[in-house]
């Protein structure tokens, strides 16, 4: 899977924002730099090893300025990180990349937890004006399956029982306060 063209050369690409200086710049940060080996940094997105090996791939795009069509190519610096199992699997386009910091978890339970998204209907019935309305529930492919397989949706904290425990020779005794002390021995 490739990614753009875009930058200076496709400027009107959809994945271009202004950043904080108003300079167009790809919201996905491509083109990758080229890297020898793949580098984790702590609290941040890998960087993968990226050759540059002189392979690329050229693409059309239409130019702008002339109207026509003009070759761009693609290297290693423009291929988004994908598993090839899941991509054959599923016959869609799946990026995948290493999570390794504590906001990646914060994101996967947000969709965990969010609650099913919530709409307005506005239902009309031709034969008389009186306008009926009725909010609805949308549970998507994640939470139904969540909750077919009855896995909790909130208060994940673990349960907690207690356990009598004491040292050798220790045990706690009970006995009736109106016993007497007969019965008690």
């Known amino acids: 899977m490739m990614h753009g063209p875009c930058g200076n050369i496709n400027p009107k690409c959809p994945c271009m924002v202004p950043d904080a200086y108003g300079v167009l710049k790809c919201s996905k940060s491509f083109p990758k730099p080229f890297q020898p080996t793949t580098a984790v940094k702590p609290d941040s997105y890998p960087l993968y090893r990226r050759r540059l090996d002189g392979r690329s791939h050229r693409v059309q795009i239409k130019d702008?300025?002339?109207?026509?069509?003009?070759?761009?190519?693609l290297t290693n610096q423009h291929v988004v990180?994908?598993?090839?199992?899941?991509?054959?699997?599923?016959?869609?386009h799946i990026n995948v990349e290493l999570c390794g910091?504590?906001?990646?978890?914060?994101?996967?339970?947000?969709?965990?937890?969010?609650?099913?998204?919530?709409?307005?209907?506005?239902?009309?019935?031709?034969?008389?004006?009186?306008?009926?309305?009725?909010?609805?529930?949308?549970?998507?492919?994640?939470?139904?399956?969540?909750?077919?397989?009855?896995?909790?949706?909130?208060?994940?904290?673990?349960?907690?029982?207690?356990?009598?425990?004491?040292?050798?020779?220790?045990?706690?005794?009970?006995?009736?306060?109106?016993?007497?002390a007969e019965e008690i021995q």
């Open 64 to 73: 702008k300025e002339t109207n026509g069509m003009m070759s761009v190519y």
């Open 81 to 92: 990180p994908y598993n090839p199992f899941l991509t054959k699997k599923y016959k869609a």
């Open 101 to 180: 910091s504590i906001d990646a978890i914060k994101y996967i339970n947000k969709y965990v937890y969010k609650g099913p998204d919530r709409t307005t209907v506005h239902l009309k019935n031709e034969n008389d004006e009186i306008e009926m309305y009725l909010t609805s529930r949308y549970i998507g492919p994640t939470e139904a399956v969540w909750r077919l397989f009855e896995y909790a949706m909130h208060e994940e904290d673990p349960s907690v029982t207690s356990l009598a425990i004491h040292l050798e020779n220790e045990q706690p005794v009970y006995f009736d306060p109106e016993s007497s």
